[in-house]
């Protein structure tokens, strides 16, 4: 992770636990870092509830971290810190001990969203979450079903960090989609005014085309029957024989020009 990102996850927690903290002789709030049970475990019992989510999934990789910024971080804790057994003040202290680690949620191909990495063995935690484990073997039966019917509890966020080889694998099989996909979607030639076709259009203002276009492509997201289509080139050509003050025998000669220059008969003939 870059150092600026590094940063800005623990000012963030940093901030959290301060907003946190009680009162001045108020009542003390459950620590994060209250001494280990006499097993004397190098965690303390709350960073050993939340490394326990760890080993009752029995996965390395947990939680979605959307975004390393101040909003993304908070967001994170507020949704999945109940789940987790995790506050601000556990995360910052086992980043800082190096045993959690914030990894991109798909490999280091990507840096959209993040995950969090556990950096000791499952070996190391094995029996942290046999509380959770019993909990959950307690509420369901045989069939797999909650006792009692209840609702399951949400299960937290698992994320699995993929292989270099299989980002390069899913790369590839997008580029081919994309590829495809490209030579079936409708071209942006459809929609657009062929002033390099044209005679006259070039000398109009490039905001005119502009506006032309747009109405093209706006007329053409709806569906219209060929009648209607020639109804609506029959009323844009009265609209225009009236504001350019054109006869009916303009109007003829200019349909002769469109005739007879077939400027776009090859666009026409690939339709």
Request: hydrophobic share 35%; proline share 5%.
């Amino acid at each position: 992770m870059k150092p600026i990102n590094e940063h800005i996850i623990y000012k963030t927690l940093s901030d959290m636990i301060s907003e946190q903290a009680p009162p001045a002789g108020g009542p003390a709030l459950e620590t994060d870092n209250a001494e280990s049970d006499a097993e004397e475990s190098p965690f303390t019992p709350a960073e050993k509830r939340f490394l326990g989510k760890f080993d009752a999934y029995g996965t390395k990789h947990m939680g979605i971290i959307y975004s390393v910024s101040d909003i993304g971080v908070r967001e994170f804790i507020t949704r999945s810190g109940k789940d987790f057994n995790l506050t601000p003040g556990i995360l910052l202290q086992l980043l800082r001990d190096k045993i959690i680690k914030i990894v991109p949620y798909t490999g280091w191909g990507r840096n959209d969203d993040y995950t969090l990495e556990l950096q000791l063995s499952l070996d190391d935690i094995k029996g942290f979450g046999a509380e959770d484990k019993a909990k959950a073997e307690k509420g369901s039966d045989a069939s797999g079903a909650l006792a009692g019917g209840g609702a399951p509890p949400p299960a937290p966020e698992v994320a699995w960090v993929m292989k270099y080889g299989d980002i390069l694998s899913e790369s590839a099989k997008v580029a081919k989609q994309l590829i495809t996909e490209k030579k079936t979607k409708k071209s942006k030639t459809d929609d657009v005014v062929h002033i390099d076709k044209s005679r006259m259009l070039k000398k109009l203002p490039t905001q005119y085309v502009k506006h032309l276009e747009q109405l093209i492509s706006n007329l053409s997201k709806t569906k219209y029957s060929v009648s209607e289509k020639q109804r609506i080139i029959a009323d844009i050509i009265d609209n225009l024989a009236v504001n350019f003050k054109l006869s009916d025998k303009h109007i003829e000669k200019s349909y002769d020009f469109h005739k007879n220059q077939k400027r776009l008969q090859k666009i026409i003939d690939n339709k």
